[in-house]
C-alpha cells in the first residue's frame, strides 16, 4: 500500500462522518500533483465498490441543487490533474457558468499565527446567522518533496463545518502558483453556482501566492498584529500595496491598547500609499476574532466597498480584467509545461545545465539553445 494511501490506526474509519463537510472520496486518477498514483482497481482498499461516475448533467444538476456530496465530487473532478479528467471537468464548467459571478470574492492572508483561521470560523459563522452561504476556500501548501498537503482547515474550522450553510474545501497548491489559480478559480466558480454567495479565500501566508490570490478576489484583506517585529517590515510593505483594508487581530484583553495603537500607525503609513482600488481608500481596523469584536464591522466595510465600486464601475472593470489574466496565466502555464516536457528539450537539457553551472555557456545562450530546440 502507498504511503499516499495509508490512513494511521488512530482515525476511525467514519471519522467525519458526524460533519457536514465530511471528505468526500476522490475521482479515478492522478489528482492535486500526483500524477499516476491512483489504483486501477475497480475496488477501493477496503473492498467497496468504487462510487458510480457521474455524467455532466448529473454533475451540473446536483451543483444547481445545491447537493453537497455532487459539489465536493465537482470540485475534486475539476482539480484533478487526469487527462481523461480535463475535458469533463471543462464542459461541467461551461454549463455552471451562467450561474456564477453572484457572490462577493474575499482573499484573506497574514503571516503565520495572526489568527487567520479562527478569523475565518468567526466571520462565516456571522455571516451565516445573517442567511449568507459561505464558501472557504483554503489554499494549503503542498510539499516539494512529497507532494503531499497539510489540508487541516476541516479541523481548525470546527464550528463553521458543522453549519449546512457553509461549506469548507481545502485545496493543495501543488506547490505551484498554476495550481492555485486554475484549481481556486474552478472551485470558486462550481461554488458559485452552487448558491454560496460570499466566497472566503485563504491564502498559505505572506509570500507570492498573495498577489495571484489578490488576482482572483474582489477584495484583499491583510490581517496584521501589533507588536509584530522590525523583521516583518519588508514583507508588510509590499502586501500592504495589494490590501483593501488591514485589520489589527487579537485587539483583546491586554493587547487592546497595543493593537489600537498599531491600528493608528497603519493608517499614518497607508495616507501615504496608492490604494490597491481605484476610487477606495484603504483603512486599518481592529478586530478579535477570538470575542467576536470588530467582525460585524469589517463585514460593513466590506459591503460598503462592494456598493462604492459596483456605482464606479471598479468592480464589474476589476472581474473582466481578472478573467482575462486568469485565460493568459493559463496559456504561460501550458506553455511551460509543453516546454519541459518536450522530448528535443529533455535530451539537451542536463548538458545545457552543467555547461551553464560551469561556466562554459552564458545563460541567454543556453536559452537560446533549449527554445531552438523546442521549437525545432
Not at 18 to 28: L, N, P, Q, R
Not at 323 to 341: A, I, K, N, P, Q
Request: glycine share 10%; aromatic share 6%.
Amino acid at each position: 500500500m502507498s504511503e499516499k494511501n495509508h490512513k494511521p490506526d488512530w482515525v476511525p474509519e467514519n471519522a467525519g462522518a458526524e460533519f457536514t463537510t465530511s471528505v468526500m472520496s476522490g475521482v479515478d486518477g492522478g489528482h492535486d500533483g500526483i500524477p499516476g498514483q491512483a489504483s486501477s482497481s475497480p475496488m477501493s482498499r477496503q473492498g467497496i465498490p468504487r462510487r458510480r461516475r457521474l455524467t455532466v448533467d448529473e454533475y451540473v444538476s446536483g451543483v444547481l441543487a445545491g447537493d453537497r456530496n455532487t459539489i465536493a465530487q465537482a470540485i475534486t473532478l475539476v482539480e484533478s490533474n487526469a487527462v481523461a479528467h480535463f475535458d469533463m471537468g471543462q464542459e461541467v464548467l461551461r454549463q455552471l457558468l451562467p450561474h456564477t459571478g453572484n457572490s462577493i470574492r474575499i482573499g484573506i492572508t497574514g503571516v503565520p499565527g495572526v489568527g487567520k483561521s479562527t478569523f475565518i470560523e468567526a466571520m462565516g459563522l456571522h455571516l451565516c446567522e445573517q442567511d449568507h452561504k459561505v464558501a472557504v476556500l483554503a489554499v494549503d501548501p503542498s510539499s516539494t518533496v512529497t507532494r503531499g498537503s497539510i489540508l487541516g482547515d476541516k479541523t481548525r474550522m470546527e464550528l463553521l463545518s458543522r453549519d449546512l450553510r457553509a461549506f469548507i474545501r481545502p485545496s493543495p497548491s501543488s506547490g505551484t502558483l498554476g495550481g492555485v489559480t486554475r484549481k481556486s478559480r474552478e472551485t470558486m466558480l462550481i461554488c458559485e453556482a452552487a448558491g454560496f454567495n460570499v466566497i472566503l479565500v485563504e491564502t498559505v501566508g505572506v509570500g507570492q501566492s498573495e498577489t495571484t490570490v489578490r488576482s482572483m478576489v474582489d477584495f484583499f484583506l491583510l490581517l496584521m498584529l501589533a507588536g509584530a517585529g522590525d523583521e516583518l517590515q519588508g514583507i508588510k510593505k509590499g502586501i500592504m500595496e495589494l490590501a483593501d483594508a488591514l485589520l489589527v487581530n487579537k485587539a483583546d484583553g491586554d493587547n487592546r491598547i497595543r493593537a489600537n495603537a498599531a491600528r493608528a500607525d497603519y493608517n499614518r503609513a497607508l495616507h501615504y500609499m496608492a490604494p490597491a482600488t481605484e476610487g477606495w481608500r484603504t483603512q486599518a481596523y481592529t478586530c478579535s476574532a477570538m470575542s467576536g469584536d470588530g467582525i460585524a464591522a469589517i463585514w460593513k466595510v466590506i459591503n460598503e466597498f462592494r456598493l462604492l465600486t459596483t456605482m464606479s464601475g471598479a468592480f464589474d472593470q476589476r472581474r473582466q480584467r481578472q478573467t482575462l489574466d486568469w485565460v493568459y496565466s493559463m496559456v504561460e502555464e501550458h506553455l511551460r509545461t509543453s516546454f519541459f516536457s518536450h522530448a528535443g528539450v529533455g535530451s539537451i537539457r542536463t548538458d545545457v545545465e552543467c555547461a551553464v553551472i560551469e561556466g562554459h555557456l552564458p545563460p541567454t545562450v543556453a536559452a537560446q539553445m533549449l527554445i531552438r530546440k523546442y521549437e525545432g
